[in-house]
């Protein structure tokens, strides 16, 4: 079977296993868990932020983050497609009581001018703009990279307005590694920054939030609030480790073999690759084939090929670390056989 559901379907590698086995745990909720201690400092370090916190999931870190600088009744601004406003179930409104203003952007990025736009002024009828969010890399837009300069023109609109950043950097790492541009130069454009540990870099659960002192202190009054206080939590952060210190910069073969697909997806008649491909994201329309993206889905997986619809008529497939160079030929031959 060839899965190119979602990065987050690797499997722990060898030495994430055995550091999870070796690894120095104590009670977490006492501040007192070694390897998590270590963790979070570290990821701190590398986004240029005085302080982090480990998260159970990508959700559960972007959810604290609105719940940490919001209050019920507040609005925040986000691109259209943003998996915030897209895929956490409307956690925003259930769980902060704030309300979501969506603006559409190209590639995942908002227009500067119409974000400063939609900034609320001081009146009766009005929420109050409390938070802009951002995504990078986006994922429905296709792994798109957010441009470093439309970060920061957005970040000085919100500082002119006294408003936080938050940035869902899910796979800011992808970002990082195929752009070039620093994990600290995409924090320094940000109040507070959420990664996901279980995705391209292959831990087996968990997510990283970071920020300043004062903001990590009350986010993790907030983790305890939604049952996301861990005991001996070290035995998950060890792999996480693992993944930090060995599994970024390998990043960039997912990215090759994403082009790879692209590239001999473009040969193939009656599909068609939608995104500029530039992580390890491909979305690929399917309606040229006679089927809608369900049923090619269903196609694909009588050739073990795995997938998931990301529209009507559209694929998307991603690359990781369990999908090899030969995986990726091997999908291509099948794709053919099929078409």
């Known amino acids: ?38 963790l979070e400092e570290q990821a701190a370090e590398m986004l240029g932020k005085e302080a982090a916190l480990f998260v159970t999931s990508g959700t559960q870190g972007n959810q604290i983050a609105a719940l940490t600088h919001c209050n019920p009744g507040d609005e925040v601004i986000l691109e259209a497609s943003a998996h915030i406003y897209l895929y956490e179930a409307a956690a925003f409104s259930a769980l902060a009581g704030v309300q979501s203003r969506p603006i559409n952007g190209y590639r995942g990025a908002m227009d500067p001018e119409e974000v400063k736009s939609a900034i609320r002024s001081e009146d009766i009828h009005f929420p109050v703009t409390s938070l802009i969010c951002l995504e990078n890399t986006h994922n429905k837009a296709g792994g798109a990279i957010l441009p470093l300069e439309n970060m920061q023109a957005i970040y000085q609109i919100a500082k002119d307005r006294n408003i936080s950043v938050h940035l869902d950097g899910a796979r800011l790492f992808n970002a990082s590694v195929a752009s070039g541009v620093t994990l600290k130069e995409y924090g320094q454009n940000a109040d507070s920054v959420q990664f996901c540990l279980s995705k391209g870099l292959g831990a087996p ?134 078409l």
């Open 1 to 38: 079977m060839i899965d190119l559901r979602s990065d987050t379907i690797t499997k722990p590698t060898e030495n994430m296993r055995l550091a999870a086995y070796h690894s120095n745990v104590g009670d977490d909720v006492y501040g007192e868990d070694p390897t998590v201690n270590k």
């Open 205 to 338: 659960v968990g997510s990283i939030i970071a920020g300043n002192k004062s903001f990590i202190d009350e986010a993790r009054k907030w983790r305890k609030r939604l049952g996301g206080g861990l005991r001996q939590a070290g035995i998950i952060a060890a792999p996480a480790l693992v993944a930090l210190e060995e599994n970024v910069e390998r990043l960039t073969i997912d990215h090759e073999n994403a082009q790879y697909l692209a590239d001999e997806i473009a040969n193939i008649k009656g599909v068609k690759v939608e995104n500029k491909v530039e992580t390890n994201i491909l979305l690929v329309n399917v309606k040229g084939t006679g089927h809608d993206a369900v049923s090619f889905i269903d196609v694909l997986k009588k050739e073990n090929i795995l997938a998931v619809p990301f529209g009507p008529d559209t694929i998307r497939f991603v690359t990781n670390y369990e999908v090899t160079r030969e995986n990726t030929k091997t999908a291509i031959a099948r794709i053919n056989g099929v």
